[in-house]
């Protein structure tokens, strides 16, 4: 067995830790997109991502379809279900307020976990990696092809985001729904559609952090409530709302888990990403890209 | 309590209050008198809320000093500036929308008499005394006020002008030596304005000092005693209103004149 | 508030009503498992295991001519939930002997209710805290326990290390019940077999990635890694292993690997691990003349067909736990002093799924480490090890 | 705001008292005063909670470390060290009124979905500990030899003598609670959560105010906690999970949090469904369970409590 230099592990903890965080930055940025238009932290955000996974393989494994179609078929499922929570659980609320909407975003998660026990058992399920398992090594460490889908899938939805939020008018009628719903919906744009496509989004987002972990980490039916709580963590961290925010928080949770994994204490790992983000809300009470004043207003 | 009539109750001295590169106010330099009205005017942004929010400690200059009865109190909480005897109103109402108007007026009482957590847990028979003695305080204030038949709605069911009329009983149940009011009369019509005006001068009457900012300038001119002018957070003059009225840097001022 | 109470009133008189049908005379063994929850994989295939126990005890004729009526609660996993379960089963449902729970910590949580009402307890956890009080020194009186300790499977992998001459190992934990008290036990056993633990490196129950606690170990170069956990992350971690090109270092696998699903989750990368498991796990290896041919036959076959779906080791606890409990009820009834006194005093050589129970007044474990094998994964199926 | 009256209370102690007996009369539910024992270790939690949450507006996703403090200084002391658990009670309390000091102090600066997050960290780390810290808690395993409470000879050793330890302790709790609600404390803490900005200038120190009420609710906890330790006689860390925390929320939010009977209430019965009532629907347990909260939140947004004040409202329109 070759040897591994402490530069080569260092490396191996930080492209481990990025990988990891890609994903927390992927719910993260699912949190985002729903908050940034309704102000509610969607509980349910992690479940779209053992959705993603678990719906993955009962398409590509299960039913045979190909990597190709089963991937965007399985987006749409997942899209439809964060559709259908809306419709069911979000916007029936007759007063919301921040307590209530957690309590719902909650039920739903707790919906969708039992959902997923009884359609797909409690046993965790297998995808396999997009091209082969055969790891790559490089500065010492050992990379797996499926680290390169992970990451690259992260990128590939920032920039489709931004140039979504940017570019289409879609995208900038939610935005502006974000600024001020009563001044959207006084120049037309319907807020409540408005609300049920961030659902969308954030699930087909959810979807697909989901069925590029699978192959790394496996899925079964109760993994969303951790994912949930490390996204929301990322999203804090990096300051709610910003999406370049949700993803350096995303990386930095990661890479601290890594880190102090390899370095410190591998039982603490996650007490340390999480001390970290307490001081760094305590430095800086909306996080790291966070506006003050919008923080300033969510009144619970 | 010696010697009242002229002493200065507040002297705010070269207060800067700069947000990044941006300055609010730029050392405005003036006292008031004790048992006067003093009006803060000035067009939009001369920083008279900005100035009220110093005196009341939400935000704390960047250089200068604020003193209240000759001792600085600029680096003092709010809630502790509260407890020296500096009350407040707000130019957007803050009322306590979930509480009864009664309530409202009681919270106001806070600073002069309060009950401990264990008293009050305890249900001991002074911290049940208390809150006898504040509630008939309360109402007083809300019959001197003329809320009295309103006590028991909730604050945010009443209609604008009584709104800003309740937050000044508010303001007045801390028993306070100077309160500042911000816009009282903006939004009210007529008759609510002429209600205000005179209840300012009832306050005043009670021996309270009184600091304002307006807009209404019928209102300046009616109550108050002196008048101080900020534009871009720089006071450009003071003096009783007559002489502000004919004062061409102020005329300038609000005429808009840029060079 | 005469509304809330009226509506107080009828909530208590809607639930109550659904208790008010008496029961038949039968012999009452209550259960107690994990059967929803985190830790499911253990508590399900238990449930599923003793209630076809049940009914085959049942379609033979009963204990004696009496029904044998099972009571299964979930404890979720919850050391809470168990106890007030236990509590139920014992004061209102009064049965003679609880089977049960499947974690440590949730028969921990219950073991003083078994003194309290005296009532026979059989654990299906590993733990050897269960049944042994450490303050007395003494077995715990009214406490039986049937899966495997940790401390028999720490010392079949350690004998089997000590075997190939290998002394510095790396362990690798999960941070749950299961893992801790694994880790325990490897750590205190490791000075007896002369081992050297050079790295003791942990991860959580919902961790997604495990190669940064490999990278560590791989710097330190131990000759073998030993890894106690359950459920996905046993997977995951065999194939950080093999990612990492570190198939050269022998992975051992705790007694919690004995899963078939497992080697196939494992995507290829479980060939050459070793692992101790029960006959239970290996029915199909065991030849003919061995002991727990039959029963291990029997069972693979009955809940094959039943169940429709692969064997759990873990069922075989249940299935030792209340065929033992079955047992007591036909030679001495429902007393449960009587039950209590039989187990302890009369288990002597009883086949079962997981071994060859002795029970005595110090040994409520019964089993010695005889009940494990060392089991390597050879062509995706298990093969014996040697 | 409802104002609480003498009736009410008497109403509530005498059906306190009868409990057990009437428990005891229905056969099948005899077990009941087991659960209600649980009911009232959570409701000692709950009303912490309301008034944070409800009254003063302060979120928090951290109070199942508050209760494990509790649990495992009472235990580690007794188990331990062998001191009398009353002692080991008030040490509870005061590590947890200290942590609940150190920690609030900087968290309730933060708002919202900010402090959320703070105080959800905050939970889990102590969760880390417990886990972690093995020499001292057991680890993941547990500890157990916690001994049971008794006092002068007297031993709590039956669930009915527990029953009223617990539901003194609860009865007490409440009844201190209202008297601070009812005074002007409850005043200014409901003047915090309508507007902070107001309620400074009034003199209110309302960051005074907010680490005030957190560390009375993380006082309750703790004693919940210990209280919990010396019934089950074992604890273990996954009873102080982020789940428990959650859950915590999950009965404010259904008794209704802006009511103190609320926390008794949503307390009450979610320690029913989940200990007893929802054991029927098996499998389905989990979706009904999410079901029920997701009726109640979008149908009663003031939860169970707010229920007689909603229909009065209906039934006054007509």
Redesign the interface.
Same mark, same amino acid.
């Given at each position: 067995m070759e040897t591994i230099t402490p530069a080569g592990q260092l490396f191996q903890y930080l492209i481990t830790g990025i990988t990891v965080g890609s994903i927390y930055a992927m719910v993260a940025v699912g949190f985002n997109i729903i908050y940034n238009v309704t102000e509610i932290i969607n509980f349910a955000q992690g479940e779209f991502v053992m959705l993603g996974g678990l719906v993955m393989v009962s398409l590509h494994v299960g039913m045979g379809l190909p990597l190709i179609a089963a991937f965007p078929a399985t987006m749409i499922i997942v899209t439809l279900v964060g559709m259908l929570l809306d419709r069911l659980a979000i916007s029936p609320i007759r007063r919301p307020t921040v307590l209530s909407l957690i309590i719902a975003t909650i039920a739903a998660s707790i919906l969708l976990k039992g959902t997923a026990m009884f359609i797909w058992g409690k046993d965790p399920y297998d995808l396999p990696a997009f091209s082969g398992r055969n790891p790559i090594t490089f500065l010492g460490a050992v990379i797996q092809p499926q680290y390169f889908w992970v990451i690259g899938f992260l990128i590939i939805t920032v920039i489709v985001l931004t140039l979504f939020f940017e570019k289409t008018i879609l995208g900038k009628a939610m935005s502006a729904c974000a600024d001020n719903p009563d001044a959207a919906s006084l120049v037309g744009i319907n807020v409540k559609q408005m609300i049920l496509l961030s659902f969308a989004l954030s699930a087909a987002i959810g979807a697909v952090a989901g069925i590029v972990v699978t192959p790394i980490s496996l899925m079964e039916y109760d993994r969303g409530a951790m994912l949930a709580v490390k996204g929301f963590g990322a999203a804090v961290l990096g300051g709610l709302g910003s999406f370049p925010g949700a993803v350096i928080g995303g990386l930095i949770l990661g890479a601290i888990e890594s880190l102090g994994a390899g370095l410190i204490s591998s039982g603490y790992k996650d007490a340390f990403a999480l001390i970290v983000l307490m001081f760094v809300l305590f430095y800086k009470p909306s996080g790291i890209f966070g506006d003050i004043e919008v923080s300033k207003i969510k009144r619970f | 309590m010696n010697d009242t009539s002229n002493e200065n109750i507040l002297e705010v001295d070269k207060v800067v209050m700069a947000f990044g590169g941006l300055m609010a106010l730029f050392k405005p330099d003036f006292s008031v008198q004790r048992g006067i009205i003093k009006a803060i005017i000035g067009p939009n942004g001369a920083g008279k809320t900005t100035l009220f929010n110093v005196i #009341?400690g !939400?935000f704390s200059p960047t250089e200068g000093t604020v003193r209240f009865k000759g001792q600085p109190i600029s680096s003092l909480? #709010?809630?502790e500036i509260?407890?020296r005897g500096i &009350?407040?109103t707000?130019q957007t109402i =803050?009322? !306590?929308?979930? +509480?009864s108007v009664l309530?409202n007026v +009681?919270?106001?009482?806070? #600073?002069r008499?309060?009950? &401990? !957590?264990m008293a009050?847990? !305890?249900?001991l028979p002074g911290?049940r005394r208390? =809150?006898k003695e504040?509630q008939e305080r309360a109402m007083k204030i809300l019959r001197f006020i003329g809320l009295a038949d309103k006590c028991n709605d909730p604050a945010d069911s009443l209609p604008l002008g009584e709104q800003k009329i309740l937050e000044i009983g508010?303001?007045l149940a &801390?028993e306070p030596e100077l309160v500042c009011l911000d816009e009282p009369a903006a939004g009210l019509n007529e008759t609510e304005t002429h209600v205000a005006s005179s209840l300012i001068k009832a306050i005043n009457a009670k021996g309270v000092t009184v600091l304002l900012v307006e807009h209404d300038m019928k209102v300046v001119m009616n109550v108050s005693d002196e008048i101080v002018v900020l534009n871009y957070g720089q006071k450009i003059a003071e003096g009783p209103p007559k002489e502000i009225r004919n004062n061409p840097k102020v005329i300038e001022a609000y005429l808009g004149g840029d060079t | 508030m005469k509304l809330r109470r009226i509506v107080i009133f009828t909530t208590v008189c809607l639930f109550s009503l659904g208790f008010l049908v008496s029961p038949a005379l039968a012999f009452k063994v209550g259960a107690v498992f994990s059967v929803t929850g985190r830790t499911s994989f253990l508590g399900d295939p238990e449930k599923k295991t003793a209630v076809m126990v049940a009914e085959q005890i049942n379609a033979a004729g009963g204990i004696n001519g009496e029904k044998l009526e099972l009571i299964v609660y979930d404890s979720e996993g919850d050391a809470t939930k168990a106890n007030l379960a236990v509590k139920k089963l014992i004061t209102q449902d009064k049965v003679s002997v609880v089977i049960g729970p499947s974690l440590s910590g949730t028969s921990m949580a219950v073991v003083p209710l078994a003194a309290k009402y005296k009532t026979p307890l059989i654990s299906c956890a590993a733990s050897y805290k269960i049944t042994w009080d450490k303050e007395k020194g003494t077995a715990r009186k009214w406490v039986f326990k049937t899966p495997q300790t940790d401390t028999m499977a720490v010392d079949a992998i350690y004998s089997a290390l000590k075997q190939k001459g290998i002394s510095k190992i790396a362990i690798m934990s999960v941070t749950s019940g299961f893992g801790a008290s694994g880790r325990g036990e490897l750590i205190r056993l490791a000075p007896e077999y002369g081992m050297t633990i050079m790295a003791d490196e942990k991860y959580g129950p919902k961790d997604t990635d495990m190669t940064v606690q490999l990278t560590k170990i791989k710097g330190l170069a131990p000759k073998a890694i030993v890894n106690w956990s359950v459920g996905p992350t046993q997977v995951v971690v065999l194939r950080n292993w093999r990612d990492l090109g570190m198939k050269s270092i022998p992975f051992y696998q705790s007694h919690g690997f004995g899963s078939r699903k497992n080697i196939e989750l494992a995507a290829g990368a479980a060939e050459g691990v070793f692992c101790p498991l029960g006959a239970v796990n290996i029915a199909e290896l065991l030849t003919p003349y061995d002991t727990q041919y039959a029963v291990a036959q029997r069972y693979l076959k009955d809940y094959k067909a039943k169940y429709n779906e692969p064997l759990s080791s873990f069922g075989g606890h249940a299935w030792d736990a209340l065929h033992m409990a079955a047992q007591a009820l036909a030679s001495v009834g429902d007393d449960k002093a009587k039950i209590r006194d039989y187990l302890e005093n009369n288990i002597k050589g009883f086949v079962g799924q997981h071994g060859v129970f002795f029970y005595s007044p110090d040994d409520h474990i019964g089993l010695d480490k005889a009940a494990f094998r060392m089991v390597v994964v050879r062509d995706g199926d298990w093969a014996l090890a040697d | 705001m409802l104002r609480i009256g003498k009736l009410p209370i008497s109403t509530f102690a005498f059906l306190i008292i009868i409990f057990p007996w009437v428990a005891h009369q229905i056969p099948g539910i005899e077990h009941y005063t087991d659960v209600m024992v649980f009911a009232g270790i959570y409701s000692l939690i709950t009303i912490g909670l309301s008034l944070l949450m409800g009254y003063a507006g302060q979120i928090s996703v951290g109070h199942a470390a508050f209760y494990g403090i509790g649990a495992y200084v009472s235990g580690i002391l007794t188990a331990r060290y062998g001191l009398n658990p009353w002692i080991c009670m008030l040490a509870g309390i005061s590590v947890a009124g200290a942590v609940a000091l150190i920690v609030g102090a900087p968290c309730l600066k933060l708002k919202g979905h900010y402090l959320a997050m703070a105080t959800l960290a905050f939970g889990i780390i102590i969760f880390i500990v417990f886990n972690e810290e093995a020499e001292w808690t057991g680890g993941p395993d547990g500890m157990s030899g916690i001994p049971g409470l008794s006092i002068f000879g007297f031993d709590f050793d039956s669930v009915e003598k527990y029953f009223y330890l617990v539901w003194g302790f609860v009865f007490a709790a409440f009844v201190f609670s209202v008297n601070i609600i009812q005074s002007g404390a409850g005043r200014a803490l409901r003047a915090i959560h309508s507007s902070e900005t107001a309620a400074n200038a009034m003199g209110v120190n309302v960051s005074g105010y907010k680490v005030l009420v957190f560390v009375y609710s993380a006082v309750l906890a703790s004693l919940a906690g210990s209280l919990y330790a010396h019934y089950l006689n074992f604890i273990n860390p996954a009873t102080f999970d982020l789940f428990f925390s959650i859950k915590l929320l999950i009965m404010i939010a259904l008794g209704g949090m802006h009511n103190l009977w609320g926390a008794v209430i949503g307390a009450g019965i979610i320690t029913f469904l989940n200990y007893e009532w929802l054991h029927y629907f098996e499998e389905f347990e989990v979706i009904v369970y999410g079901a029920i909260l997701l009726v109640v939140v979008i149908f009663f947004p003031d939860g169970l409590a707010g229920i007689p004040d909603m229909l009065k409202k209906r039934l006054g329109k007509h």
């Open positions: - | #009341t !939400f909480k #709010t809630h509260a407890d &009350s407040r707000f =803050e009322l !306590f929308g979930n +509480m309530e +009681m919270l106001g009482c806070h #600073t008499v309060r009950a &401990s !957590f009050a847990g !305890f249900c911290a208390k =809150e504040i508010r303001a &801390s | - | -």
